[in-house]
C-alpha cells in the first residue's frame, strides 16, 4: 500500500554529506487521498448517504528514507498517518499506521516502534479487499469488539515493539517476530510470530500473537491464510480465531480477484462465529454473521483508480456488525447491513 | 494564496512510474509563515498587545499535486492546513483549509472533500484583504454569529462536498455547484453554487447557498461581488446577506487597492445591517456596525513582505462586533473596536 | 540539533520564480527517529521496562527555508515539532519545538515566533547530552517543578516571541534578546537576554530571564555555562538559578565528551540544591538531589547511531527527582532513581 510517487534522492552535495557510499540513501513523500460517495442501510437504524474516505485504500500521509550504511548495512525509518480528506481531520494518534526505525543486513531487519504485529498483518493480506471498503473481513475482525471486551490495545497494531523480520533469499521462506512491553497498563504486553511460504504463485502464511490484560486470561489471535494464482484468477482463504477466556470468534473468508485489462474484479464471501458469551450479548453461541460482497477497481492510471463496492452482512442471533465497522445504536440484532461506494483514489 | 516554491518534478525513474505521458505530472510543498505584533483596543474591555499570525495570509502548510491522465485529462489532490507560528499550534482541523482530490478534463473539474463553498468564496475575493488583518470584511461575515445562530457548520468550508466546476475557455464566464450531505446531523447539509463573469479588467459574480439546519428554517447565504481595475487602481465592490429565519444580516463593502513600486495600499469602507432579532441580542433593527480599514503591503521579495494594517469597527445599538473577530466579554454593546497590525509575511 | 540530510534547492524554473539572486533559496525537510530500550527504577515505586524516543536526540519532524532577498538581507522560517515514534503520537502543540520566521542581514537577525528563549537554551548547550537521556541536567532543571510553582510557562521555550540575534564576525562575541508580551495571561510575559564569547576552544556564556506571574513576584533563571577542549576533550561547566520569590534552585554541573574514532564517550556529574519552601514539599533547605551519568555514542554514518546511556539520581530530605523527568506518585522522598537506555537514532 506504499505506492511511491514522489521519489526524492538524497541530494548529498547541498546537504554537505557527501560520499559515493551513500548514493543509493532516498526519502520519499508519499500519500493516498481516497474518496466515495456511499449509502449505508443498517437494519432499522435506516438508511445513510455520505462521503467516505478509505474504500479502496485508506488516506493517508507519510514519509520513509532508507540509508546504505554500507557493509551490506542500512538503516530505515517509516511516518505514515492516515487522513480523512472528507472533513479535513486527521486520527489522534498522528502517524497512527505506522512510525518505525530499522536496521537492515543480510540477517534481517530489526524494527522498533508503531506497526502491524504478526497476527494481525495475516488477516489483510490474505482477502481481495486488503482490508478496506464494505467489502472487508475486517468488518468482521475489527468490528466494534475486535478484542472481545479484553482491553487488549493490540488488535490490528502495536505500540513499542520490537520486531525481528527473517532475510529475503530463504528459498520462500518468510516470517516476523515482535515483542511489546506492557509500559505499566494492561493490555499492552505482546508477543507474537508469523511464518509463511511463498512458492510465486501459492503463497501460505501461519501467525499467532497473545497480548496480556487486566485479567489473568489473555487475549489471543491466531490464524492461517493462503493465496493461488491460477491463471488470472487469486483465489485467497482466511481463518482467523480471537480467543479471550470462553469467549471464542472464529472467521472464515474465501475471496478471488481477476484482473481485466485496465480492471480487476472481487468477490468474497465470509462467516463469522462466536461462542462462550452471555445470551443476549452477541456473543453467544448462534451470534453469527456472513458477508457477501463485490467491487470494481477501474485504473487510470498506476496512481489514480475509479472503483465501485457492494457489502452486504447478515446477523443471526445477537449479532449486530455492519458494513462499515459501525455499531448503530438503533439496530436491532439480527438484523442486515448492506451498502455501495462508488469513488476514486490518488496516490502520490 | 497558493503560491508555489518548492515544487517537484515526480521524479518517474526513481518511482518506478516511468512513461513520458506522466512528465507533467507534480507535487508541490508549500506553506506561508505571516506573523504580526498588533494591538487590539475592544471598547472598555481595554487594549492588549500580541503577536499574531495571519494577518497578510493566514500561515498554513500545504501539499498539492496534480498528474497527467492522457486523452485531456487529470487527477489532482490539495491538503492545506492552517499553522500558528506565534505558539506553534494547529488547528483542531489538521487540513482544515481544504482536502480534495479532483478530476479534471475539458468538461470542467469535479472536486470531492472539505474546502470552501462557492457562497463564501464569493466573499473574500470581493475585498482588497482577501480575508484576513483587521480590515477584512469577514470581520463581520464570519463574526462569532455567522450563522446567526442556527448551527450552519458552513459559514466559510463545508465537509462532504461534491463540487462541480465549469471549465475555462467559456468567454469568461466561471462557476461552481456544491452539494454535501447531512451525514446524519444538522447543520451540515450544503447545497449552492456561484457564476461569474470576467473580462479582463471587469469581474462580477453572484453567489447562494442554502444549509438545512436543526428547525425548519435554512440558514441562506447570498451575495454579489464586483471588481474593476482603471489604471493602477483595483475597486471593489461587494454585497452579502445571511438569512435565517426572521433574522437577517447584510453587509456591504466598497475597497480598493493601488500598486505603487514594490508596495501596495489598501483601503475599505463597510456597513453591516442586522434585524429581526430579539431586542438587545445584537440582532436587533438598528444594531448595525461600520468598518473602516487601511493597509500598505511592501514587498521584499516574490515570497516575502513586510505590512501593517489598521481597522476600526464603531458599534451601534447593541452590536459588538470586533476587529479581530473575538467576542471579548468585557466589551459594551455599541462600544467601538480597533487595531494595527505590523508584521512580515513568507511564503515557500 | 538540525542535522539536514534531504535538502531541496528551490527548483525555481517549475515554480515560475526565476532569476538568479535567488539562486541560494532553500527548503529543507528534516528530522530524527530515536527510538531505545529502557529501564527505570525508581525507588519503592519500582523498575519499568520501555521502549521509549529521544535519548539521543529527540525525535522530530521539521521544516526550515532561507530565501536570499538580495543586499545582504534574507528571510528565513523554521517549523520544528516532536513526534513518539513509540506510539506514533505527535505532542499536543504540533509545532512546539520551534516555529518561526526571520529576517537577517548584517545587523543580525530578527526572529517572530516559539522558540527557546535566550535563558533556558544558556543550559543544555553547556553539558554532554545536550539536553536529552536518563543522564541530562535538565533532570534537574526541568523536572515536574521546573518554575518552582510559578505557572510561568517558559521554563523551556517562549510563545508570541520578538528576539533579536548579534550578528557573526563580532570577534567571537554572540548574544540574543527575547521580548514575549502577556497577551492578557499570566506566566507568558518574557524578558531575557544571553551574552557569550567563543575564543574556538573556550566558550562561555551568561544569560538571564524573567516571566510575570499572577503574583507580584516574577519567575527568575539566570545561568552562566562555560565549554574548553582540550586535545580530543571537551569539558563542560554550568551553573544554574531559577528564583521565585522565596523559592531557590541553585543545579551545578560538569560533564566531559570524549571522541574516540567512531564513537564519543560521555559522563556527568551534577548537585541540585533547594532552599525557601516549605518543609516536606521537596523545596525546602536540605531537599537536594546529585547525578551521576555516562553515555556511549557509537556513529554508524553521519546520520545514524547506536547508543546507551546511563543515569542515577540520588534524593536528600523530601527531593524526589528522577532520570526522566517523571514524578511517580509512589515513589517515596529522598529515594534513588536510575536507569539505562540502549538505542538507535536516525537522522534524515
Known amino acids: 500500500m506504499k505506492k511511491s510517487v514522489l521519489s526524492l534522492a538524497v541530494l548529498t552535495a547541498l546537504a554537505g554529506l557527501a560520499s559515493g557510499a551513500q548514493a543509493q540513501s532516498s526519502v520519499t513523500l508519499f500519500g493516498v487521498l481516497d474518496l466515495n460517495a ?7 437504524a435506516g438508511s445513510m448517504k455520505g462521503l467516505s474516505q478509505g474504500a479502496l485504500n485508506t488516506s493517508r500521509l507519510g514519509l520513509r528514507g532508507i540509508e546504505d550504511l554500507g557493509g551490506g548495512m542500512s538503516a530505515a525509518f517509516h511516518l505514515e498517518g492516515q487522513i480523512n480528506p472528507d472533513n479535513g481531520t486527521v486520527t489522534s494518534v498522528f502517524w497512527n499506521r505506522r512510525s518505525t526505525v530499522s536496521l537492515l543486513g543480510g540477517w534481517g531487519e530489526l524494527r522498533l516502534g508503531r506497526d502491524y504485529n504478526p497476527s494481525s498483518r495475516n488477516t489483510y493480506l490474505f482477502e481481495p479487499y486488503i482490508g478496506t471498503s464494505v467489502g472487508t473481513v475486517l468488518n468482521f475482525t475489527l468490528a466494534p469488539t475486535a478484542t472481545l471486551g ?12 520490537v520486531a525481528y523480520f527473517l532475510p529475503k533469499g530463504l528459498g520462500g521462506i518468510y ?12 493490555g499492552n504486553k505482546y508477543l507474537g510470530a508469523r511464518l509463511g511460504y511463498n512458492a510465486g504463485a501459492f503463497d501460505i502464511s501461519a501467525a499467532y500473537g497473545t497480548t496480556k490484560t ?25 481463518y482467523n480465531v480471537h480467543e479471550y477466556g470462553a469467549l471464542k470468534q472464529k472467521t472464515t473468508a474465501l475471496g478471488a480477484s481477476v484482473p481485466m485489462g485496465a480492471g480487476e474484479f472481487r468477490a468474497m464471501v465470509a462467516a463469522n462465529k462466536r461462542d462462550g458469551g452471555t445470551a443476549g450479548t452477541g456473543f453467544a453461541n448462534g451470534d453469527d454473521s456472513r458477508l457477501l460482497s463485490a467491487g470494481y477497481v477501474h485504473n487510470l492510471s498506476k496512481r489514480t483508480a475509479l472503483y465501485g463496492f457492494v457489502g452486504r452482512i447478515s446477523n443471526d442471533g445477537s449479532a449486530r456488525l455492519t458494513v462499515d ?9 439480527g438484523e442486515t447491513s448492506s451498502g455501495y461506494q462508488l469513488g476514486i483514489t490518488h496516490r502520490f
Not at 516470517?175 to 494492561?186: F, I, Q, R
Request: charged share 10%; aromatic share 4%; net charge positive.
Open 38 to 44: 456511499n449509502q449505508i442501510k443498517n437494519g432499522s
Open 175 to 186: 516470517g516476523e517476530a515482535m515483542v511489546a512491553p506492557s509500559e505499566g497498563a494492561p
Open 325 to 333: 465497522g459501525s455499531s448503530p445504536a438503533a439496530m436491532l440484532a
Open 150 to 161: 479484553s482491553g487488549a490495545t493490540t488488535a490490528l497494531r502495536t505500540n513499542n515493539a
Open 214 to 238: 487486566a485479567t489473568t486470561n489473555d487475549f489471543k489471535q491466531w490464524n492461517i491464510g493462503a493465496s493461488y494464482t491460477l491463471g488470472s484468477v487469486t483465489l485467497k482463504g482466511l
